[in-house]
């Protein structure tokens, strides 16, 4: 296959490949936290990060895993103390990092606006292998929490109150949350862009729920949803000259749409079955079999 011949190709696709597997195993707990949109904050935090990879002549992916990090904590403090005034903070924290990034950039005598347009909208030429060195070890920290302690996540992304109660750390686990969602946007930003990784993290997972209901499912087919596209999307932007985050996330969207539309018949289906028993059942005068009450967990089983 030609697409594999070049270097630059294969870095570019292993990449893609473990981006496609963290992206969404971070994100389904994102999900569960109604927080769909914390990694374009943390995005926009790692800007400054590549920024001052770029002014200390150091490498931008480790830079920003830095900034991010830090980001990701002053977010939860933010979160846990902010009041009503923390969407004001947290506005503020993710337009400075932007703005500072730019700036940084600029002023740094290895940036440009094309090395700016990478880190933004990703690029598979600029894939280096320091890039993919970072990446691999980066990937292996974010599989070894996701997949570690996907019980404990689980249970703090569902309800903290009772994940307190039963005597999980839950605040450190949030932090752990913030963490790994950090690492997960630097570790994408190569092949996505910061400003479109969000997107990776969070239609996958979407994508798959319109399918399933079970938490384990979910987790393995948002995954296998976020590998294809990501290598569906490098291949194509390899071929067509088109940016590949981009490429990535509208094939993701369209994943998305083709489940949902496959969904909502057979959604349909299941409820008028459900009423046909009900009404038989009513017309036999019989009491419908209404099954024992369960925790809430938002349609989704561990």
Known sequence: MEFLQPPFMQRALLAAVLVGVIAPAVGIYLVQRRQALMGDGIG????????????????????????AVVGSIVMELVRWYGRTRGDIALAMLFYGGMAGGVLLINLSDTGSN???TSYLFGSLSTVSSEDITAICLLAA????????????????????????VTGLPVRALNLLIAVTAAVTV??????????????????????????SKSFKVTFVLSVVIGTAVTLAGTVTSYYQDVPPGATIVLLAIG????????????ARRRARSSDTVSAECTLEGETPEVPAARPATNGVRV
């Open 114 to 116: 094309a090395n700016l």
């Open 44 to 67: 926009h935090i790692a800007m400054t990060g590549v920024g001052l990879g770029f002014l200390l002549s150091t490498s931008p992916v480790w830079m920003a895993t830095a900034v």
């Open 255 to 266: 994943v998305f749409v083709v489940l949902t539309l496959l969904a909502t018949p057979l």
């Open 141 to 164: 920290f974010v599989l070894l929490v996701t997949l570690g302690l996907r019980r404990q996540l689980f249970a703090v992304s569902q309800d903290e109150e009772f994940a307190r």
């Open 186 to 211: 630097t570790v994408a930003m190569r092949v996505v862009g910061l400003l479109l990784v969000s997107a990776l993290m969070v239609v996958p997972v979407a994508a798959a729920q319109q399918i």
